[in-house]
């Protein structure tokens, strides 16, 4: 008992629409990671070098493979490496320490001369008597004169330990070095064991010597320019290079770096049935290369790394969706299964594509994200379409390499689609979408390239392969949609159009054979179409829905009030539960009938819920007066089988269908009689329950009375009223009726 229990409850679980909808969700991650992991074409056979080949082999599809060495290749390779490779230059701390000597022997002669009791000029000419180098005679007098000596000796040794560690080349060095193409420098000192990687413009030489040092020396003696001046006329005039060259570490260190490049395997192209291998010929290592390459079960390139890191991205991604979807609409999304699987294929489809489009020479900007967009606005709506473009927009940039302009370029184009299409009513109109869509990537586009300073073949490549993606993405949705709607039973607005055509042949069946049905119908639809517009629901869905709700009553017209044509009523003879039946019975002869035509399942919809499950009133109460006070009567048989309105358009045909019913039963139809009647069928539609399972609010409700009103009034509209003109003219005859109508006619009294 507990088991069989179990087993139930486990059933019922399983086909609750949450459960189906997140097995689709499972089905879809699982479907996506394998169309963009596993190799499309697996060829597993086992084969060995020196195996006999038992049948002829060929190419299943255009690859391609490496075998051999090419030596042109891997001569350029080489080229490449030693081009990159950097030069070293030694530092020669010994020399460094001869400058540091020499500088102090400056500073000690400075000491000097200023002790002598002599005349200013007479120290100048002993130091530059003294000096191998001549400064100027004003920068001997500036630092004679300066009035701390121990500030200007430390800045100046600080300023020369600078332009050591910065490095200092001769002319020659520096012009061997662009000579010969070097792109870095390695500096390198083998006593402190210390190695920097430099450019060679960082590098100093006589030419910028001057400069630089004047720049070191800002930073020590910044508020006194004179001072700068002097240090670096001295250190410019004193200093001699402290890098060498040094070829046998460069090229050392070169050669063993040329041991690690690897042969580059010469790349060979394989056609589709091309022939691999002959039947009875020997398997010889260039079979096996081949083979090998057909082996593959993961694509080129892919890490396990890598997919569990997709893996992750889709679960964030749906962890946005369920936030966004539990924010964004009142009811779960998770019971909209059909909405799911919708959303899921497209989904899936456009991974496909774009895993595609990536591998082949186009622009990744030609991946027509902006159908998917356009479809699911079609099939589902802006909200779900929106979610998935940015989600998708998201996941493909990532896929391309992290690209944000990827992303912008896809959400633009499809932001642009979804608003195309969002009142679409004709196909051509989908083509005219895709060329929004197309401008708009266009322009995206030029925004990156003007952002980034690109040149004009990126405008003039990237552009048209952004346009060609929009007119795809029309083609795409073009062709798609049909097979949507077929497959999913979901109307758009292209078909409910031809739905809403008068000569569609259940229409002209039910003008044939219930002419006050098909009247009925069409008031009705006129009604709902007013108020949904009237709420922001879909007035198109609502008419289409109103003109097909009853046409369940052809197979027993006659039974129906508005198809009596005055003759005698045929319920005159019926017993009330028998009536009652014949009229409630309408709504599942109209799913059958629906049903034979192929109509749609929102369609059908409409023919279950448009009375939902309330009661025949009139035969209730007329079975109540036949069996007397003494009886008691179940409700429930003279109720409609249901279910209650779903959605506003079933809920809006609802209240249109009775509110047209019973207006025509007004003697006197005024606007304060017409909008009593509405508020009063609203009402107890509301008190009822039938308005119990779908989304209008009592602001919907008002606005829904006051457009019944309008579309009422417009239908029982009064008009004025002729009196008859008696006056005979001469020949005996009543003057024409035109003359009548100049008369001033007696208006009717208001109510």
Same mark, same amino acid.
């Given at each position: 008992m507990n088991r069989a229990y179990r087993y139930k409850r486990l059933a019922e679980i399983a086909t609750r629409r949450e459960t189906v909808s997140i097995f689709l969700i499972v089905v879809f991650i699982a479907a996506a990671l394998s169309s963009m992991f596993i190799s499309p074409q697996l060829y597993q056979w086992s084969i060995h070098e020196g195996d006999v080949a038992l049948k002829d082999i060929y190419a299943p599809y255009d690859f391609t493979y490496f075998w051999g060495v090419d030596e042109e290749s891997t001569v350029k390779a080489k080229d490449a490496a030693v081009r990159a490779m950097?030069?070293?230059?030694?530092?020669?701390?010994?020399?460094? +320490?001869?400058?540091?000597?020499?500088?102090? #022997?400056?500073?000690?002669? %400075?000491?000097?001369?200023?002790?002598?009791?002599?005349?200013?000029?007479?120290k100048v000419t002993s130091l530059k008597a003294a000096m191998e180098e001549r400064p100027s005679d004003r920068n001997l007098r500036f630092f004679l004169e300066y009035p701390d000596p121990l500030e200007i000796k430390q800045g100046t040794f600080g300023i020369l330990e600078d332009v050591f560690r910065t490095g200092y080349i001769s002319r020659?060095?520096?012009?061997?070095?662009?000579?010969?193409?070097?792109?870095?420098?390695?500096?390198?000192?083998?006593?402190?064991?210390?190695?920097?990687?430099?450019?060679?413009?960082?590098?100093?030489?006589?030419?910028?010597?001057?400069?630089?040092?004047?720049?070191?020396?800002?930073? #020590?003696?910044?508020?006194? &320019?004179?001072? &700068?001046?002097?240090?670096?006329?001295?250190?410019?005039?004193?200093?001699a290079p402290n890098l060498r060259i040094d070829e046998k570490r460069t090229e050392a260190e070169t050669e +063993?770096?040329?041991?690690?490049? *690897?042969?580059?395997?010469?790349?060979?192209?394989?056609?589709?049935? $091309?022939?691999?291998?002959?039947?009875?010929?020997?398997?010889?290592?260039?079979?096996?290369?081949q083979i090998s390459q057909l082996r593959r079960v993961f694509r080129p390139g892919v890490k396990p790394t890598f997919f569990f890191g997709v893996l992750l991205l889709f679960l964030l991604l749906g962890l946005i969706a369920a936030v966004y979807t539990s924010f964004s609409r009142k009811r779960n999304f998770l019971m909209d299964t059909k909405s799911v699987a919708i959303v899921l294929l497209n989904m899936f489809i456009m991974i496909v594509l774009a895993d595609f489009i990536m591998r082949s020479p186009q622009p990744s900007y030609f991946i027509p994200m902006a159908s998917i967009g356009m479809m699911i606005t079609l099939l589902v709506g802006f909200n779900m379409a929106f979610l998935t473009v940015v989600l998708m927009s998201v996941l493909i940039s990532l896929l391309v390499g992290g690209k944000i302009e990827m992303t912008l370029v896809l959400m633009v184009g499809s932001t642009v689609g979804m608003f195309a299409v969002r009142d679409v009513r004709c196909r051509t109109r989908i083509l005219w979408a895709g060329l929004l869509v197309g401008t708009a990537k266009f322009l995206a586009v030029a925004c990156i390239g003007l952002i980034n300073g690109m040149e004009l073949d990126f405008y003039v490549k990237d552009g048209i392969w952004s346009i060609a993606s929009g007119l795809f993405s029309g083609f795409i949705v073009m062709g798609l949609l049909p097979v949507f709607e077929h497959l999913f039973k979901v109307p758009t607005n292209?078909?409910?159009?031809?739905?809403?055509?008068?000569?569609?042949?259940?229409?002209?069946?039910?003008?044939? $054979?219930?002419?006050?049905?098909?009247?009925?119908?069409?008031?009705?639809?006129? %009604?709902? $179409?007013?108020?949904?517009?009237?709420?922001?629901?879909?007035?198109?869905?609502? #008419?289409?829905?109103?003109?097909?709700?009853?046409?369940?009553?052809?197979?027993?017209?006659?039974?129906?009030? *508005?198809? $009596?044509?005055?003759?005698?009523?045929?319920?005159?003879?019926?017993?009330?539960?028998?009536?009652?039946?014949?009229?409630?019975?309408?709504?599942? *002869?109209?799913?059958?009938?629906?049903?034979?035509?192929?109509?749609?399942?929102?369609?059908?919809?409409?023919?279950?819920?448009?009375?939902?499950?309330?009661?025949?009133?009139?035969?209730?109460?007329?079975?109540? *007066?036949?069996?007397?006070?003494?009886?008691?009567?179940?409700?429930?048989?003279?109720?409609?089988?249901?279910?209650?309105?779903?959605?506003?358009?079933?809920?809006?045909?609802?209240?249109?269908?009775?509110?047209?019913?019973?207006? #025509?039963?007004l003697g006197d139809p005024t606007h304060s009689r017409i909008r009593h009647l509405v508020k009063k069928i609203i009402n107890n539609k509301f008190i009822d329950g039938q308005l119990d399972e779908c989304d209008l609010t009592l602001r919907d409700m008002h606005n829904i009375a006051d457009s019944f009103v309008r579309v009422l009034m417009a239908i029982f509209h009064t008009r004025l009223n002729y009196p008859e003109n008696t006056k005979k003219s001469p020949n005996g005859t009543l003057p024409d009726d035109s003359k009548n109508k100049q008369r001033k006619p007696k208006q009717k009294k208001k109510d």
């Open positions: 950097p030069y070293w230059l030694r530092r020669d701390p010994a020399l460094e +320490e001869k400058q540091r000597a020499r500088f102090e #022997r400056f500073f000690d002669m %400075l000491d000097a001369e200023r002790e002598q009791n002599v005349p200013i000029g007479e020659d060095d520096l012009d061997h070095l662009r000579r010969k193409g070097v792109q870095g420098v390695i500096v390198f000192n083998k006593e402190a064991g210390t190695e920097t990687e430099q450019a060679p413009e960082d590098l100093l030489d006589r030419g910028g010597i001057r400069a630089v040092t004047e720049d070191y020396a800002s930073k #020590r003696f910044a508020s006194d &320019r004179k001072t &700068r001046q002097a240090v670096a006329a001295l250190i410019s005039a004193y200093i +063993e770096m040329l041991k690690g490049v *690897e042969p580059v395997s010469r790349r060979w192209a394989v056609k589709k049935n $091309e022939l691999i291998i002959e039947k009875g010929k020997r398997v010889n290592v260039r079979h096996i290369a292209i078909s409910l159009l031809e739905l809403s055509d008068l000569n569609h042949p259940l229409l002209k069946k039910l003008s044939m $054979e219930a002419a006050g049905t098909y009247h009925h119908s069409i008031t009705v639809g006129n %009604l709902a $179409e007013a108020a949904c517009d009237s709420i922001g629901a879909n007035s198109l869905l609502a #008419r289409v829905g109103a003109y097909y709700h009853d046409i369940g009553k052809m197979p027993k017209a006659e039974y129906f009030s *508005e198809n $009596e044509m005055g003759s005698k009523s045929m319920h005159a003879k019926l017993a009330p539960s028998m009536s009652a039946l014949i009229i409630s019975k309408h709504v599942k *002869e109209g799913v059958e009938i629906a049903k034979k035509y192929k109509l749609n399942s929102t369609i059908i919809d409409f023919i279950t819920q448009h009375h939902g499950n309330s009661l025949v009133y009139y035969f209730y109460q007329k079975a109540i *007066e036949k069996s007397g006070s003494g009886t008691v009567l179940e409700e429930e048989n003279f109720r409609y089988p249901g279910p209650k309105p779903q959605t506003k358009e079933s809920a809006i045909v609802l209240l249109a269908d009775s509110v047209e019913a019973s207006s #025509r039963a």
